[in-house]
């Protein structure tokens, strides 16, 4: 968001229209010119551009791995599980060892919402584990109220990307803001 700020700033001219909303049908039905998407892209008519990517974590408040010890990754298998309803497969994840191991997770989730910032709540209210971006759980990891699980063990870094449509030649101001993206997003 502060991007699109500084890009305002630049660029007066032009009007934008934000809408918070995981769904790119929108996209395609609304007219809406752009899209910003976390994680990977299913294959579409949609065309992208990568701005970066960033990491997720296995994470729970201390307080509830107080309450609940983990001793293994198999204890995640069957530990509460708060699921992000966005993904296409939100209980299930590859995690990789710095010795180059894999383990496949698989898990029933116990709750699910369709925002991190909801689920980060649900993790607050100690009702289980969760999978979230690094930057949305930042402060919470510093202060010491949410634990990283099995910290030697890596999920794959997800996207993040520009998406528009590919149907037509990409408007003048589109272009402005993905060239403005691409140049000032650091990850």
Known sequence: MPLIGEFCHVHPELNISFHADSSLN?????KIDLAVRLGTLDDSALKSRKLGSFSTMIVCS???????PLSSLEDLKTAPWIANSNLK????WTLH??????FQL???AKFSANSSIAIRSMVQSDLGVAILPEWVIKEQLQSGEFVELFPDWCLPKQDISVVFTGDHRVR??????IDYLVENTHF
Not at 26 to 30: C, H, I, T
Not at 97 to 102: A, E, Y
Request: charge should be positive; charged fraction near 25%; proline fraction near 3%.
């Open 26 to 30: 929108k996209l395609l039905n609304e």
């Open 62 to 68: 201390a307080n509830w791995l107080a309450q609940n």
């Open 89 to 92: 497969t939100p209980n299930q």
């Open 97 to 102: 060892s710095g010795d180059k191991q894999i």
């Open 106 to 108: 698989k898990f029933s």
């Open 172 to 177: 003048r101001h589109c272009r402005l803001l």
